[in-house]
């Protein structure tokens, strides 16, 4: 019996892919990992495909596990010498170097208080060592990271909702966007930060956000305009 | 060689004492275990280190003739310190540094990692496989710096659409093939349509440029 | 491991929310989180849900001797455990400082008022008493763990049954439960931690803090306060308080919210002994609930607009689906395949922030469940009314009596006899009447009843009938 794509799998279940080209790569994405000459299952969930040859399994996490190159949301914990230890929700703090930030010197350090926000990206994530985060890219530019302003609010939700807001076929944002000005930072680590004019637009979004999670895109819609317009409304 | 008691005379002897010492004691003075042989005597470190290089030896067997093989080298060292002998002195080190790494990890490397092809790449993010956008946005001007980029990130991905879609655009294609037009269509024309479309041309052209004389003759 | 730290923006949020009189869950700054209270198998196991903070607890006694300065009072522990499943920065093991607060607060509200009573307990005189144990389990924490802690302690003490014991001369009999029936134990009175959050330096007071709230608060303000507006604790943790006006409002609120809390308790108390004599199964089963929808009703949704309009929305969309699947089920009546899994739906609203749609055969079943949780003072007066056209003088002289144990729906009379004469049999010790010791209890009760049944209409002249030892404030 042979596992299809959409199928439901569990750990150690294995995966056949076609196998007409050998020079043809596949592409493994998470909850996959080769054994030998097979590819197995790790973690339960929907197997999906994509193009042919990327494959990966749609499983339902809360827990962040670090990745090289994501962008996360995190929030400074502790200053020590010259890093700043951040919380990003994995099972070990993430270090910031007080360099990596644009236009950060030996001398002109990066005002940075403990409990504040930053929006980062992982420059180093592995089983065995600490993750690093940066806050600027391979230019020394600041790019969209970098420090979070404290008039903003940030909430968790489960990694799979930032995924469904983030697929490009998900326009809830830009929803929202079209009718209320707000700034959003969405890290793949399950933290949303949320920034408007008002409280209420913020818990309105905020609850539009995390209502996402069980419904289908096109009801999304249909839930983001009530929310907008109850919003408007009053 | 001395006599090797019976074991049960061994075991009185040791009971005796441990009348007269603690154990300890029988260990501070040597000399008085005259009944134990002397192939024996060795201090438990000694044999302690001997056992470890055995076991080592036997567990990878590289070990024991990467030793032989240095001992060959040893024979050699006085050639190869001289200049000309530099090269294949360091190429014997490589090789010989190959070796040791290959034996050191014969147990972790598979034959396919030897053979370097791999038909799988290893991704652990969801950010490529579910193409996911960005998650930093900004609207209505709540943050300029933001909008600022994420527009020019929009019209990036427009024109890389735009030159996926189609190599020559609709404009430069029509415009290219209005001039061809009109090449062609001079080859075709006789001379006297020739010259006319020339005088036509050229008394447009005296209104811009006037210092040119007619050519005609 | 270290709780996390919260982030500036968040606390800044919460007091400009506050501020505003605005809560992350939608919540009015009074409003508390909905209430369950869940009996497993067992005597004394209950497990109290206070939106999504859950508490267990289980009573157990055990012979031993008294203290001598007490010869004739059983002894009664409280100890509360807090594992790493409520949260993970709790310890196993280690008796952090919330839990020493903890215990200590529910030592204050149980056993230093007095309300179980320990004279009760005596089997014989400095020899032998019961000495009941409480374990308070936290299942989660969400805040406000107090008020979960203190009622599903109560709530246990007054589930629970002790082994009956006959003394002859020398010998003492311990009866097995199935010899004979165990006796529950007797309570005075109900007393119930209510707590609050007090932020902007008194400037605004919330009640039934959620966990962030309750971090981000200057000070915490936590009474106890049993049915009859008497307070029997008080803790005051955070920043000291400049305002004392402040904790008089908070006893005065606290008093109709341990009034409300005591009824909730005492409804699932009756609804779990009906459901033990008529020999239905009992359990945690029932909390497990089936047949969620509407993404925005998720209990566990930490953020949400108070927004009655949208869930109006929300019931009409459920409406029009269960058009749609009344005429699926004409078409299948027609191929006369009935569709009994479809069922009929339909929306019951829950409480704030929540319509459930519900097959039909659930929805009876849920009915009930509503209407024994709302407030048995109004259901039992519309009653009461009903009673009287009907001409039954007996039972209306008995009634008056206790008028707090009027059943919710019969109309014969026997039945009704009969459902009463259970319900006092088995709950008796819920059942505040005349055997305690105080006098006055019997008539505060009825004022108590009024007064919640009433409180809508005519605070002022209510309050009157109350005893208190504080002005009556309005709010």
């Known amino acids: ?234 | 060689m001395c006599k090797v008691p019976p074991s049960w005379v061994l075991h009185y002897q040791i009971q005796a004492y441990k009348k007269m010492h603690t154990i300890n004691d029988i260990y501070k003075q040597p000399e008085q275990q005259i009944f134990i042989p002397r192939n024996n005597r060795t201090t438990p470190q000694h044999q302690q280190t001997r056992q470890r290089e055995e076991s080592n030896a036997r567990l990878h067997n590289g070990y024991s003739t990467h030793r032989r093989r240095n001992a060959l080298h040893t024979t050699t060292t006085t050639t190869t310190t001289m200049c000309f002998m530099k090269r294949s002195k360091e190429k014997a080190q490589r090789e010989q540094d190959a070796e040791e790494s290959q034996a050191m990890f014969s147990d972790v490397i598979t034959e396919d990692m030897k053979r370097g092809v791999c038909k799988y790449i290893i991704e652990p993010s969801f950010v490529p496989c579910e193409n996911l956008t960005d998650g930093r946005l900004s609207f209505h001007g709540m943050n300029p710096e933001i909008e600022r980029i994420m527009q020019l990130e929009q019209e990036a991905n427009r024109l890389k659409v735009d030159v996926k879609e189609k190599d020559v655009s609709d404009f430069e294609m029509a415009d290219r093939y209005s001039t061809l037009v009109g090449t062609v269509n001079r080859r075709f024309s006789t001379k006297r349509d020739h010259r006319n479309l020339q005088e036509c041309d050229s008394e447009q052209r005296t209104k811009k440029m006037k210092f040119l004389k007619p050519s005609c003759d | 491991m270290k709780q996390p730290i919260l982030s500036n923006c968040e606390k800044l949020f919460i007091v400009r929310a506050i501020a505003e009189g605005k809560r992350l869950d939608g919540r009015q700054m009074d409003e508390s989180r909905v209430l369950h209270i869940y009996f497993g198998t067992d005597w004394g196991c209950c497990q109290v849900s206070l939106g999504e903070t859950k508490v267990l607890a289980q009573v157990s006694c055990e012979v031993q001797q008294p203290k001598p300065t007490r010869p004739n009072e059983g002894l009664l522990f409280v100890n509360v455990e807090l594992s790493p499943m409520g949260a993970p920065h709790f310890e196993a093991g280690r008796q952090s400082e919330l839990a020493v607060q903890l215990n200590r607060l529910l030592e204050k509200c149980i056993k230093d008022s007095r309300c179980v009573d320990l004279e009760s307990l005596c089997i014989m005189a400095e020899e032998k008493v019961w000495a009941v144990r409480v374990d308070v389990n936290v299942l989660n924490h969400e805040g406000n763990l107090v008020d979960a802690a203190s009622v599903a302690a109560l709530t246990a003490l007054s589930h629970f049954r002790c082994p009956d014991v006959t003394i002859t001369g020398e010998e003492t009999i311990i009866h097995d439960p199935s010899e004979r029936d165990p006796i529950p134990l007797s309570l005075h009175h109900y007393p119930v931690c209510v707590s609050y959050a007090v932020f902007n330096s008194g400037e605004s007071v919330a009640a039934d803090p959620t966990v962030i709230e309750e971090r981000v608060s200057d000070s915490q303000i936590v009474c106890a306060v049993n049915a009859y507006r008497e307070l029997c604790g008080l803790h005051l943790g955070g920043n000291a308080l400049t305002n004392y006006e402040i904790v008089m409002q908070c006893a005065n609120r606290a008093a109709k919210r341990a009034a409300e809390v005591v009824q909730i308790m005492k409804s699932a108390l009756e609804e779990d002994a009906n459901a033990r004599a008529a020999e239905k199964s009992v359990g945690f089963a029932k909390c497990i609930q089936q047949g969620k929808v509407s993404a925005l009703s998720q209990k566990q949704l930490s953020l949400q607009l108070d927004t009655s309009r949208l869930r109006d929305e929300a019931s009409d969309l459920v409406q029009k689906k269960k058009k749609h699947i009344s005429a699926e089920e004409e078409v299948d009546e027609i191929n006369s395949i009935k569709g009994k899994d479809v069922g009929e739906l339909s929306v019951v609203r829950v409480g704030r922030g929540s319509a459930e749609l519900l097959p039909k055969q659930e929805l009876m079943k849920f009915k009930e469940a509503v209407t024994s949780v709302a407030r048995v003072g109004d259901g039992g007066e519309s009653q009461w009314v009903k009673m009287e056209s009907e001409n039954v003088s007996g039972v209306k002289a008995d009634q008056e009596e206790d008028s707090d144990e009027v059943p919710s729906s019969s109309s014969d009379v026997e039945v009704i006899e009969e459902i009463r004469c259970k319900t006092k049999k088995t709950v008796d010790s819920i059942d505040l009447s005349g055997d305690s010791e105080e006098e006055q209890t019997v008539v505060l009760n009825a004022a108590d009843m009024e007064f919640s049944s009433k409180k809508s209409e005519d605070k002022s002249t209510s309050g009157k009938n109350i005893r208190s030892w504080y002005p009556m404030k309005q709010w």
């Not at chain 1, 990992?33 to 990966?56: E, F, M, P």
């Not at chain 1, 230890?85 to 099972?91: A, C, E, M």
């Open chain 1, 1 to 234: 019996m042979g596992i299809n794509v959409d199928d439901v799998v569990v750990p150690g279940d294995v995966i056949q892919v076609p196998n007409e080209n050998d020079k043809a790569k596949f592409i493994l994405g998470p909850g996959l990992r080769r054994h030998a000459d097979q590819i197995l299952v790790t973690t339960s969930g929907v197997l999906r495909k994509k193009a042919s040859n990327v494959y990966w399994v749609d499983c339902h996490r809360k827990r962040y596990v670090p990745v090289k190159g994501e962008t996360v949301l995190g929030v400074v914990v502790n200053k020590s010498g010259d890093t700043f230890k951040v919380d990003i929700g994995s099972s070990e703090q993430a270090s910031l170097s007080y360099l990596a930030f644009e236009g950060a010197t030996k001398k002109n350090r990066p005002d940075i208080k403990i409990g504040d926000v930053v929006f980062a990206k992982l420059l180093e994530a592995s089983r065995d060592m600490e993750p690093e985060l940066v806050c600027v890219d391979s230019f020394g530019k600041r790019g969209k990271l970098g420090l979070l302003q404290e008039d903003g609010f940030i909430f968790t939700c489960s990694l799979n909702l930032i995924r469904k807001i983030l697929n490009p076929k998900c326009t809830l944002l830009k929803l929202f966007g079209s009718e209320i000005p707000y700034d959003v930072a969405v890290g793949m680590n399950g933290k949303i930060w949320l920034k408007t004019k008002s409280i209420k637009e913020s818990i309105g979004i905020g609850s539009a956000i995390l209502a996402a999670e069980h419904l289908p895109n096109e009801e999304i819609i249909g839930m983001c305009n009530r929310v907008i317009n109850n919003l408007k409304g009053m």
